[in-house]
C-alpha cells in the first residue's frame, strides 16, 4: 500500500509555542491530504481537510487560526498548531487518499504541551 | 445516535479462535467501507476496503457489508497474538477523497 510518514513523530513543548508538524506522501502525490486528531481511548476526528495550492476545509468547532495548515506541494501537508496549551495534547494523524477508494494514514505525531 | 456504532470492548480470544468484530452505522449515503487496524501509538494501518454490499477476503481477513441492515464485519480465522490491536472501522459516502466516519475501535486480544 501507499506510504505516508509524518515527522516528528513525538514533540514536547511549553504552553504558549507553536509547533509545526510534517507530512509527506512518499510514493505518490496527494493533491489532498486529511489531518485527524485522536485522544485517549476516543477514535479518529477529522480536524480539516488540506488542499494543495488552496484553503485548507476545517470542520465544524475546529479553529483555523489555531490550526494552521498549508499544502504547498503534492507531497507534503504542514499542520501547525500555534500558541499550543495542554488541551491541545493529543496524537495528531494525517492521511492521504492513493486512488478513489480509501486513505493510507501517517504513523501519526504525538504532542505534549507542558 | 453517532453515525458509526463499534463495540469498544475489549475482547480477549485464545489464540487460534475465529473473531468477528461489528460496526453499524445510520447514514444511507455511505459507500466505501474499510477496516483499519492500530496498534498502540501508531498510525492505523489499512486492512481492507470494500464498495458496497458484499464480501471481500483476503489472506485470515473476510469483511463483509450489508447494506440493508447497515452492518459491517471482519472476521479474523486463526487469531494470532500478533493480532492484538485496537480494529477501526470506517466508512465513506464517496471513497478516499472525501471525510471518512470511524467508528471508537475494538480493542482485540489474543491470548497465547
Known amino acids: 500500500g501507499a506510504v505516508v510518514s509524518q515527522h516528528p513523530s513525538r514533540v514536547i513543548c511549553k504552553s504558549g509555542t507553536s509547533v509545526k508538524i510534517e507530512c509527506r506522501s512518499l510514493?505518490?502525490?496527494?493533491?489532498?491530504m486529511f489531518w485527524y486528531r485522536q485522544f485517549p481511548k476516543q477514535s479518529l476526528m477529522l480536524m480539516a481537510t488540506s488542499n494543495e495550492g488552496s484553503k485548507a476545509t476545517y470542520e465544524q468547532g475546529v479553529e483555523k487560526d489555531k490550526f494552521l495548515i498549508n499544502h504547498a506541494s503534492l507531497t507534503l501537508s504542514t499542520l501547525t498548531v500555534t500558541s499550543a496549551h495542554p488541551e491541545d495534547s493529543s496524537f495528531y494523524i494525517c492521511?492521504?487518499?492513493?486512488?478513489?477508494?480509501?486513505?493510507?494514514f501517517g504513523p501519526g505525531t504525538r504532542l505534549t504541551v507542558l | 445516535q453517532k453515525e458509526v456504532e463499534q463495540d469498544p470492548g475489549p475482547l480477549s480470544v485464545p489464540e487460534g479462535a475465529i473473531v468477528s468484530l461489528n460496526c453499524t452505522y445510520s447514514?444511507?449515503?455511505?459507500?466505501?467501507f474499510m477496516w483499519y487496524r492500530q496498534y498502540s501509538r501508531k498510525g492505523p494501518e489499512l486492512l481492507m476496503y470494500t464498495y458496497s454490499s458484499g464480501n471481500k477476503e483476503d489472506g485470515r481477513f473476510t469483511a463483509q457489508v450489508d447494506k440493508s441492515s447497515k452492518y459491517i464485519s471482519l472476521f479474523i480465522r486463526d487469531s494470532q497474538p500478533s493480532d492484538s490491536a485496537t480494529y477501526l472501522c470506517a466508512m465513506s459516502a464517496s471513497g478516499g477523497y472525501q471525510k471518512v466516519t470511524f467508528g471508537t475501535g475494538t480493542k482485540l486480544q489474543v491470548i497465547p
Open positions: 492521511s492521504a487518499p492513493e486512488g478513489v477508494d480509501t486513505q493510507y
Open positions: 510514493d505518490f502525490q496527494a493533491t489532498t
Open positions: 447514514n444511507s449515503a455511505f459507500q466505501y
